[in-house]
């Protein structure tokens, strides 16, 4: 039943991430699914595709770590209410 609600919580909470310097914005649900990405328009240019694609991959990888530390939060915070050692 905790296990449930915290999955239902975690979908329904965002982190944002972004990399060079906002150049790249990638939001993420808690549950670890990419919401969006929002790319700023001055990066984007025939020239540029390789620096594009490192700054979309540096935004979606922290954005997934967020979400993965928001899921670990809120299960020791469940897991601290309920008295289990180590939490």
């Known amino acids: 039943k905790n296990v449930k609600k915290i999955q239902s919580g975690l ?13 790249v914005t990638v939001v993420a649900a808690g549950d670890g699914t990419v919401r969006s990405i929002r790319i ?4 984007v240019s025939a020239d540029r595709t390789a620096k594009l694609e490192s ?4 935004a979606v ?8 530390d928001l899921g670990a939060e809120e299960v020791s915070k469940v897991a601290a209410g309920l008295g289990l050692p180590g939490m």
């Open 11 to 23: 979908a329904r909470k965002t982190v944002e991430c972004s990399s060079g310097g906002d150049a």
């Open 40 to 43: 700023n328009p001055e990066v």
């Open 61 to 68: 990888s922290g954005a997934l770590k967020k979400a993965r």
């Open 55 to 58: 700054l979309v991959l540096a």
